[in-house]
């Protein structure tokens, strides 16, 4: 264990020298929202080594996200996969997020939001993971924090997760949580909003599952670069560095386009 306490402490400094102003990170969301009126498409990529066979599966996710007003953003997803043999749509999900705290000062500020997610997914359950955001039915509800300090920004996310239908050979409940840190490396200095901004991030990943005492720790490091303040590419490697618990894939990349409409409603 102090071999990967030691590698997630290394994650963390590095990003936390080198989050960005946005905050927009790759393996959760941070606690700010959308501009309101606000639309966005996105297209997340994932390829993940499968463990229980030689082979990758990829699983692909559209998302359309909503700017409601400053407190509030919502998302509607489809879950798209080949890992049942042919390539197939597996289900649907639904996010909403609501920012109910904000202090703002010059070159930092500190939020705080709630959020949940409800999933319906139609793949075999072939994991003890509970993972709503595309492998398997239930619903979570957390609680993120913010703190943006001039280019770093840091987050703290943590939710409890639940299946909607209980399983007789997995636990039903876990709690999982994700510390995200990340720097604006370019540009050095703004002249104005279509500079191309290069950011660089490292997360933390886990879930312990309170039944079985089982739990997985996770860590991801991350580029991403934004165009014209509008077009977005990350690109993600998920890690794991401890598991005691049965997983269908451990590592795997991530690929994600997203494009965001100002004032579209």
């Known amino acids: 264990m102090l071999r990967y306490k030691a590698l997630i402490i290394l994650a ?4 936390g020298r080198v989050a960005l102003a946005q905050e927009l990170f790759v393996y959760s969301e941070p606690a700010s929202n959308m501009p309101k009126k606000s639309l966005a498409i996105r297209m997340t990529n994932w390829l993940m080594q499968e463990t229980a066979a030689n082979r990758t599966n990829y699983h692909l996710t559209p998302e359309l996200m909503w700017g409601v007003n400053k407190h509030l953003m919502l998302h509607a997803e489809t879950f798209l996969s080949n890992k049942q043999g042919s390539f197939a749509c597996e289900g649907w999900g639904t996010y ?12 930092r500020h500190f939020r705080m939001a709630a959020f949940g997610r409800f999933a319906v997914n139609t793949s075999n359950v072939l994991q003890e993971e509970i993972a709503t955001n595309g492998l398997t039915s239930g619903y979570q509800l957390g609680l993120v924090g913010t703190q943006l300090l001039h280019k770093t920004a840091l987050s703290v996310t943590a939710y409890y997760e639940s299946l909607l239908e209980p399983s007789p050979m997995y636990a039903r409940n876990n709690i999982s949580y994700t510390l995200s840190a990340g720097h604006l490396i370019l540009p050095k200095k703004y002249n104005n909003y279509k500079q191309t901004n290069l950011n660089i991030m490292a997360e933390v990943l886990g ?3 309170p039944e ?3 739990q997985y720790i996770d860590v991801a490091p991350s ?3 934004i165009f014209n303040s509008q077009a977005r590419v990350d690109i993600g490697y998920r890690h794991e560095l401890y598991s ?6 451990r590592n795997g990349l991530l690929v994600r386009l997203e494009y965001l409409f100002y004032n579209a409603l």
């Open 12 to 15: 963390l400094s590095l990003a």
């Open 96 to 107: 909403a997020k609501y920012r109910f705290f904000s202090t703002d000062k010059v070159h």
């Open 207 to 209: 879930q312990v599952q």
């Open 212 to 214: 079985t005492g089982h």
């Open 223 to 225: 580029l991403q670069l």
């Open 244 to 249: 005691s618990m049965q997983r269908a894939a």
